[in-house]
């Protein structure tokens, strides 16, 4: 019943918010800032409603270690396809998420993760790979905050698998600080049990800022497994919350 329930909101959603979609990539033409925060807003609602149905309980820690003054890039353990999901209702800040490329065939979705400025990366295209980066750069510039997930594939170990250091670049060129972000339950929400939803209790919390600059010398060498480090502390705590 969760399952079918959580479908059906999202489906209510896509069907209803189709014509606003399209409205709103006429004026992403005329203002991107004012259709992308529009469309976060319609997504985060869309999400916390489809969340409640499928049996998510979730608590958002850390909001507080978020500048509020400048875009950020969030590298976060990835653990289920629902970390998006939970991660859109998280994020206090215009957020672009980085998505695998398959996600961008699926009807009406890809046209919401373009308003809200997701990219799609080609995890066997290093060139492909490399645009993305480039990419983020440039939005980061424009002020918009970006949310990636260093591992590069789901993980459901306790702990992350390594942390690509090429996908903290954009932090390294913009000088933007990087929030860790540690997310827990998602997999067993579905992945654990697919395709069924499953009620579970979901914690995300956001870390203080690290800015790459202000690093030891050996740190800044190796930004991916610092920052893996931080994200491996947050973890562990969650372990009593879930309980």
Known sequence: ?????????ISLFFILFFPICLLLLLLRKFNRRLASRISQTIVKGAFR?????????YTILGRENVPKDTPVLYAANHRGILDAALGYIAVP?????????????????????????CLFLDRSDIKAGLKVILTCIDYIKEGYSIFIAPEGTRSHDKDPLPFKD???????KTGCPIIP?????????????????RKTKCILEFG???????????????????????????LAKHQDLVK
């Open 1 to 9: 019943m969760r399952t079918i329930l959580a479908v059906l909101v």
């Open 49 to 57: 409603a489809a969340m409640w149905p499928g049996g998510m309980k």
């Open 93 to 117: 800040n215009l957020t672009g998420f980085v998505a695998k490329k398959e996600i961008r065939k699926v009807p009406f979705l890809n046209l919401w993760m373009y308003n809200v400025n």
């Open 166 to 172: 090429a996908s903290l670049k954009p932090a390294q």
């Open 181 to 197: 972000v540690a997310i827990t339950g998602t997999d067993d929400l579905f992945e654990n049990h697919k395709p069924w939803l």
């Open 208 to 234: 203080e800022p690290i800015y790459l600059n202000q690093l030891d010398p050996e740190d800044q060498k190796h930004p991916g497994a610092y920052v893996r480090g931080k994200v491996i502390e947050m």
